[in-house]
């Protein structure tokens, strides 16, 4: 008999390291696909900083003008354009489209800079 409940023990320790294992790869999974996070951008002294920045695809950015005249973050694909961006004010943009996408102002077109999205 004593074979019997070692049996049984056997299986119910079995099944509860087989449970928190789940529960482990669940919880890495989670951390895996955590949700998407907000960048910022600022421009600010004829400058976007930074002037690169690295992105996971459905991240967000987002530009701020603290400038004291309007700018623009214009990519050159056109993949984004915040259209004009008056002092104190800011755009969101999700990124959606994988790559490097380098962009300007258009309205101080030595203002560069450069987002990847990967």
């Excluded at 008999?1 to 070692?6: L, V, Y």
């Excluded at 603290?66 to 800011?90: C, I, M, Q, V, W």
């Amino acid at each position: 008999m004593k074979d019997g409940r070692a049996a049984v023990t056997n299986t119910r320790a079995a099944a509860v390291l087989l449970a928190v294992l789940f529960a482990i790869e669940g919880s890495l999974a989670a951390v895996a696909h955590a949700a998407p996070a907000t960048h910022t951008v600022v421009m600010e002294g004829m400058a976007f900083k930074p002037d690169t920045l690295t992105v996971k695809q459905g991240d967000t950015v987002v530009w701020v003008n603290k400038d004291l005249f309007p700018h623009t973050a214009t990519a050159n694909d056109r993949t984004f354009d915040s259209g004009e961006l008056p002092a104190n004010k800011s755009w969101r943009y999700a990124a959606s489209k994988p790559g490097k996408h380098a962009y300007t102002c258009t309205f101080h077109p030595t203002m560069k800079a450069v987002l990847i999205v990967k």
